[in-house]
């Protein structure tokens, strides 16, 4: 394994940087600021556009993205870029059918919507499987920039996830919303600073753009689109426009961080234009992150660094690249080192800050109806503390929880698709109910596991990574400079694990025990958990018992429902409005809006 050291000056620019990540949430705690739960949770709903577009940017492109998708990128080729074509079908979904919905109700947690739309079982089915989920996922991208980075640079594996959790939990604790969304700004320039960097100074290294992308061709890394229709290939024209796309319109349709960011804005307009800014600008990263896998590519094109035993796994890729890019330059190390440091920040905080709403508008509010706003805020700020605090203690086990850190990422496709299918159900099938919801959910789940346990236990997600050249390095022995002479060496991948199998060279072919059910690209969870929730809901919906379109309220429904539907609900919908269901919504989240009454508003 190869190791480097430091300077001074890179220690300087890290600390640094956790010194003003810090320092912005002491700002906006001081002053009286946070005074009420919608303050501390949505910024008053008066939060710039631009703001929280960059936010919305970098609270997805965690540090797994920031150095795992670069040697995914290396070991695989670079279709992965085509994901950034699937994220316009991601805008226009979101903000068509799902944003509109969650806006109008001015709802503070998403999973309010399952319990006004279905009931509070169905709530709290989903809500546990993603708190526990993003709990996890919390320690998880804490620890791997902390072990990639320790590994390679020598800082402290403890000192790393104590001081990336703590800082963390430090500014979203006591500044709220607002903290985390500016902290994200600040954080999204060090690493758009730290890819310039290496895309840069890499692609200088290896002669221009030209040579780099003539070593990619020669290393058969040229392939953008690949129209393969054999599902278990992971990265394929179909896989990435239809699995990709339905993953990552359920990340920004569905989940509470970017719920928060759509429902902090001023209006509806600019909620949806901060989904479509924020939504491309995801994919301008994922771009950056592939540009950096194909330069580093060029630069080992002639020496795999796993091949010849400098590094583990394609995970350490970038830590290795920037050392070798920048070791003679004393602070250039520290500010790509400081981008990985954010990249976990940026996603860890918004985490922390939505699982504190979950947490207060699910259970705090509802066990303990007699808080007063203000008491309330000073709860849900405990809460953040806690919450950080169990990451951290996650993060910490990490490290004795071996293979399970991958099966832990993949649970979030798992859960993810089917969250995606109820909320779906809810919004364009006006008879499904609590019941079809729940048979949905649970036969997605169900489905999903099954998949992704079978996959693992006979290995047959597993597939053979580009060849990749040990031409001409130079391997320092106890005696001796040796040359390695061999062309090229075919090293098997493991897809779920990024890249190179754990086996590492030399295993035996790993086609040769899958199961081709079992070997489905987990890009398609999405897709599956998705259909099978919605199909499987709309077949309940129409058994015995269940009410009929005209129980549900037009409110829940997304715009071209209520308009599908007016001649049905104009004639219930005052005195569906006098139940004691929709009293509970008015008090507690004001009058429920229509379409038309938003279109009359000006919305």
């Known amino acids: 394994m190869a190791s480097f050291s430091l300077s001074v000056w890179d220690y300087v620019i890290i600390v640094a940087m956790f010194s003003v990540s810090a320092s912005i949430g002491v700002f906006f705690a001081c002053g009286g600021r946070q005074r009420t739960s919608e303050e501390y949770f949505l910024g008053n709903r008066r939060m710039g556009v631009v703001p929280v577009i960059v936010s919305m ?42 944003l509109p919905v969650f806006y109008r109700l001015r709802l503070v947690s998403v999973y309010e919507y399952y319990d006004l739309r279905f009931s509070v079982v169905v709530r709290y089915c989903i809500m546990v499987a993603e708190y526990a989920h993003s709990l996890i996922y919390c320690g998880v991208v804490i620890f791997v920039p902390s072990l990639a980075l320790s590994t390679m640079t020598g800082i402290s594996l403890w000192f790393s996830v104590i001081a ?110 901060v989904a479509w ?52 330059t004393p602070g250039l190390p520290g500010i790509a080192i400081a981008g990985a440091f954010c990249a976990s920040l940026s996603s860890v905080s918004s985490l922390i800050n939505s699982l504190a709403a979950i947490t207060g508008e699910t259970l705090i509010k509802n066990h303990w109806t007699d808080l007063s706003d203000q008491s309330y805020t000073r709860v849900v700020k405990i809460t953040s503390g806690v919450l950080g605090g169990v990451s951290i203690c996650i993060a910490l086990l990490t490290s004795f929880m071996g293979g399970v850190v991958q099966i832990v990422l993949s649970l979030g496709g798992i859960f993810g698709g089917p969250g995606l299918g109820v909320i779906t159900l809810g919004i364009f099938v006006p008879r499904a109910d609590a019941r079809s919801a729940l048979c949905g959910l649970i036969t997605a789940i169900a489905i999903c596991l099954t998949l992704e346990v079978g996959s693992r236990v006979t290995g047959s997600r597993a597939q053979p990574s580009l060849p990749v050249s040990v031409d001409g390095c130079e391997i320092t022995t106890s005696s001796n400079v040796t040359y390695v002479t061999e062309d090229f060496v075919t090293v098997p991948s493991d897809i779920a694990t990024v890249g190179y199998s754990e086996a590492g060279p030399g295993v035996s072919d790993p086609y040769s025990r899958r199961i081709p059910v079992f070997a489905i690209s987990n890009l398609h969870y999405s897709t599956i958990s998705t259909f099978v929730t919605i199909i499987v809901g ?27 539907h007016s001649k049905t609900y104009n004639s219930n919908v005052e005195d569906e409005r006098t139940n004691d269901d929709v009293t509970k919504d008015k008090t507690k989240y004001g009058e429920v809006p229509t379409e038309m009454d938003n279109f009359e508003h000006g919305v």
């Open 57 to 98: 940017t970098v609270t997805v492109m965690s540090a797994i993205n920031y150095m795992g998708l670069p040697g995914e990128v290396y070991a695989l080729g670079p279709q992965y870029a085509l994901m950034f074509v699937s994220k316009f079908l991601c805008c226009f979904l979101t903000t068509s059918f799902y």
């Open 164 to 273: 990336v959790g703590c800082v963390c939990t430090f500014y979203t604790t006591i500044g709220g919303f607002k903290a985390v969304i500016w902290t994200d700004v600040f954080q999204a320039t060090v690493m758009l600073i730290g890819f310039l960097l290496m895309i840069i100074a890499g692609t200088v290294r290896v002669g221009g753009i030209a040579e780099g992308w003539r070593r990619a061709k020669e290393g058969r890394r040229s392939q953008l689109v690949d129209f393969n229709v054999d599902p278990t290939v992971r990265y394929t024209f179909w896989s990435i426009m239809i699995g990709g796309t339905l993953f990552f319109t359920m990340i920004n349709a569905t989940k509470q961080p970017l719920i928060q960011r759509y429902n902090s804005c001023k209006t509806e307009g600019q909620a949806k234009a």
């Open 277 to 328: 800014f924020g939504i491309l600008g995801m994919g301008l990263v994922e771009l950056l992150a592939v540009i950096s896998g194909m330069v580093a590519y060029a630069y080992y094109a002639y020496c795999d660094p796993i091949a010849t035993g400098r590094i583990r796994s394609p995970d350490q890729l970038i830590s290795l690249f920037l050392m070798d890019l920048f070791r003679d």
């Open 538 to 564: 709309i077949l309940v919906s129409y058994l015995p018992g269940n009410k009929g379109p005209e129980a549900c309220n037009p409110a829940y429904l997304t715009p071209i429902m209520q308009r599908y």
